[in-house]
């Protein structure tokens, strides 16, 4: 018997093969169908259910003009006050002419903030007194800069120096050649007490690594107080530039 005889099949039996790859593609037509409908109903009902809640929140978003609507029923229930008439409308005139922005034109979409009023010419704040509202008008001096400087000014236990501004981060040699004619220096700073601050309150100070400190501590307890800055300047942990730098501020 040759391979070709298995696939021989009598006239019926061709007929019944016929039919029944028929059947399959046909069902495998009318399944595919069924699954484009479902998924396209899922779909519709989807975007239904975006649309919906897009036009929700367009109505949460809508601004509406305030507008005073007198019913017959309260009429004269409420009655303004002699010499008092415009009184509200004064107020509000009053109030965008100092918190909406002026425009050229156009849809006046702009929030209701009030803005930051800068120094003038001449004008200056104190360089350890002031607060970060204070340092925020400073022209060129934002939110940012303002609450660095004041958290790097509470590490330092106060500014020596105005030129410290510049250890703050992002303040470069061109933005305080502009903001330096704003300040004034004084010299309100706090001092540490070396040989009473604990090793964590030393190691606060942003002048004071951890290897610093533990010298400092290493001293005292091999001699009892340090009494001047010299001392510290003959440990090898210490650079003279460490030493001229730390020296107003600490206190033996």
Do not use: C
Request: no cysteine.
């Amino acid at each position: 018997m040759r391979w070709k005889d298995f696939l021989y099949f009598q006239k019926g039996s061709r007929t019944a093969v016929i039919l029944l790859l028929i059947l399959i593609v046909l069902t495998l037509i009318l399944n595919a169908l069924l699954r484009y409908k479902n998924s396209s109903d899922v779909v519709l009902m989807q975007n239904d259910s975006l649309v919906r809640e897009f036009a929700e929140f367009r109505r949460t978003l809508t601004v509406r003009e305030p507008s005073v609507v007198a019913s017959e029923k309260g009429k004269g229930s409420v009655e303004q006050s002699p010499g008092r008439s415009g009184s509200s409308h004064e107020s509000a005139s009053r109030y965008a002419e100092r918190y909406v922005p002026q425009s050229g034109g156009g849809s006046s979409s702009h929030a209701f903030y009030p803005a930051t009023e800068k120094l003038s010419e001449g004008e200056t704040i104190s360089l350890n007194e002031a607060d970060t509202a204070q340092w925020k008008k400073i022209p060129g001096v934002g939110s940012a800069y303002a609450s660095r400087i004041v958290k790097y000014r509470d590490l330092l236990g106060g500014f020596v120096a105005v030129e410290q501004l510049l250890e703050v981060y992002g303040i470069d040699q061109e933005l305080f050649s502009r903001i330096v004619v704003y300040i004034e220096s004084d010299g309100n700073f706090r001092r540490i007490q070396v040989n009473r601050s604990e090793f964590g309150e030393l190691l606060r100070h942003p002048y004071l690594n951890y290897k610093q400190v533990q010298a400092i501590m290493g001293l005292r307890r091999r001699k009892g107080d340090i009494t001047s800055i010299r001392e510290l300047s003959l440990l090898d942990e210490f650079t003279p530039e460490d030493v001229l730098r730390l020296e107003p501020y600490l206190e033996f």
